[in-house]
């Protein structure tokens, strides 16, 4: 059975993307991730972590960043107990009080969580055990759409731009490495990027792995 359990029939790429609003896009592959059936987000989510735990850089970090999955996106949960089994500190974002930006606390399996404002639950820690970005090895980002060029498109409040805004005129960065995590069915064909947008290093899917050809991801899994 192919991988359209969705019930919007405009594919993956398909869409003029360049010339669609941002809005309409965001609109659509929400719609689309939705749609997944809960087995095909399993298989999703399954396929997601075979694909992370073999590469280099992730076997290489030992703080790693992670998020809990909402809204149909694709689950990193199977990489989360891949992380705590390998002995891995594993963190999820935090919302700042401040400054509309992230942080990361500390998550292990025990952990007590609360809901923040937008009812995603953050784990419950002291100030002095969050990091920043800068601190992390890997960080792992959900989105709702992207291209083959590292772009992607969030839900909108941009807080990992304003997170990651001190990488803004760096070309290259040797950490946190930034990995996209999505459905293959959130692939368009081009996005425009704005230019408060942080690309990623990577982006990866249930089925493959798309390298930024302007970040040297390629080089730390050589």
Not at 19 to 31: N, S
Not at 40 to 49: D, M, T
Not at 143 to 165: H, K, Q
Not at 207 to 213: I, R
Request: charged share 20%.
């Amino acid at each position: 059975m192919p991988d359209n359990n969705y019930s919007n029939n405009r594919q993956s790429d398909d869409i003029d993307s360049e010339h669609e609003p941002i809005a309409t896009i965001r609109q659509l592959k929400r719609t689309q991730r939705q749609a997944l059936a809960a087995s095909l987000q399993q298989k999703h989510s399954q396929a997601l972590s075979q694909n992370i735990i073999k590469q280099k850089t992730y076997l290489n970090s030992e703080h790693i960043a992670f998020y809990i999955a909402n809204d149909g996106e694709i689950d990193p949960y199977p990489i989360i107990e891949h992380a705590w089994s390998s002995n891995k500190s594993v963190y999820l974002p935090v919302l700042s009080p401040s400054n509309n930006s992230l942080y990361f606390a500390p998550y292990g399996a025990k952990s007590e969580l609360k809901l923040n404002r937008y009812n995603i639950p953050e784990p419950v820690c002291q100030p002095a055990d969050l990091l920043k970005a800068s601190q992390l090895d890997l960080l792992l980002l959900p989105l709702v759409a992207f291209d083959t060029r590292g772009n992607r498109v969030g839900m909108g409040g941009g807080f990992y731009d304003r997170t990651l805004s001190y990488l803004q005129h760096q070309r290259s960065h040797e950490k946190p490495a930034l990995l996209g995590l999505a459905h293959e069915i959130q692939k368009v064909a081009q996005l425009e990027s704005q230019k408060w947008d942080i690309p990623m290093d990577a982006i990866v899917t249930e089925k493959q792995l798309y390298t930024n050809p302007d970040r040297s991801y390629n080089d730390k899994n050589n």
